[in-house]
């Protein structure tokens, strides 16, 4: 059974800095989504085992999703946070050939960390 474990959430100031992880077994297509209050979920990032990568446009410059196969673990560096950041942040994994940001194409999801930005 794939088990997928978040870390590395909290609290920072408008313009800060976080790193998510996320310790999986190795799945092909590796996905961040998160959930801000009153809204529904969202696909931000994905990559793929070969490091192909994926991006919503709400953070493409300021996010960047990387893994570490050896390590089995998926991360999220987010530079330049701002409030609409604010929300439960997701790690998803599938099998989808084409690692999209659709959530429909996840199998396996962990239980959230909680991403706050204040202004």
């Known amino acids: 059974q794939v088990q997928l474990v978040e870390s590395g959430g909290g609290s920072v100031q408008s313009g800060g800095s976080l790193r998510l992880s996320c310790a999986a077994t190795?799945?092909?297509?590796m996905g961040w989504f998160r959930q801000a209050p009153g809204k529904e979920r969202e696909g931000i990032a994905s990559?793929?085992?070969?490091?192909?990568?994926n991006y919503a446009d709400s953070v493409k410059g300021r996010f960047t999703i990387s893994r570490d196969n050896a390590k089995n673990t998926l991360y999220l560096q987010m530079n330049s946070l701002n409030p609409e950041d604010t929300g439960m942040y997701y790690c998803?994994?599938?099998?989808?050939?084409?690692?999209?940001?659709?959530?429909?194409?996840?199998?396996?999801w962990g239980q959230g960390t909680q991403v706050t930005v204040s202004s």
């Open positions: 190795a799945i092909y297509c």
């Open positions: 998803a994994a599938g099998s989808e050939y084409l690692c999209r940001l659709r959530e429909g194409e996840y199998n396996y």
């Open positions: 990559i793929t085992y070969g490091g192909r990568t």
